[in-house]
């Protein structure tokens, strides 16, 4: 069987990633409350992490290993973008460790739902994306892939 593999253009790197559908995305109690401080420290700008991990249940899910908290060197509260420096070594070190990029983790101004922004570079960056709505009606976390144009909900499962 031949895997489909697209480039991830979203921060200029250009590594290889295979295109899996993910149903679901496992996170642990404590990396949620990582990622609720994360999203809490940058207030009111976007807070990015990218998170590593492995396949799981015939590359359906994904169980989240490590989390790495990103400068969002954009310094907006619309936006987010990472150092490619910086996001290289990370990687690198993570996939030493024997892990993949399985998602990016930011916070939105607004409920949980990808802008433009996210869809354009969601398309080069097949990865599960959770985005944590922070407005004052819709505070929770959401995930999503988009996959050949079509956006897909990706649960969050919490183990």
Not at 24 to 49: D, F, S, W
Not at 52 to 59: K, L, Q, R, S, T
Request: proline share 6%; net charge positive; hydrophobic share 40%.
């Amino acid at each position: 069987m031949t895997q489909k593999v697209r480039s991830l253009k979203v921060f200029g790197c250009g590594f290889p990633m295979p295109v899996h559908r993910i149903w679901t995305i496992r996170i642990t109690r404590p990396q949620r409350r990582q990622l609720y401080r994360i999203r809490h420290r940058a207030t009111p700008l976007e807070g990015v992490a990218l998170l590593f991990g492995i396949y799981e249940d015939a590359n359906t899910a994904v169980r989240v290993v490590r989390i790495d908290e990103m400068e969002n060197v954009a310094q907006s509260k619309a936006t987010f973008a990472i150092d490619p420096e910086e996001q290289f070594r990370i990687i690198s070190e993570a996939e030493n460790q024997g892990l993949v990029q399985v998602g990016i983790y930011h916070s939105h101004p607004a409920p949980p739902k990808p802008s433009g922004w996210d869809l354009e570079y969601m398309a080069y960056n097949p990865v599960v994306w959770i985005i944590d709505g922070v407005s004052i009606i819709a505070r929770r976390m959401k995930a999503y892939q988009l996959i050949e144009g079509k956006l897909h909900s990706v649960r969050i499962q919490t183990v």
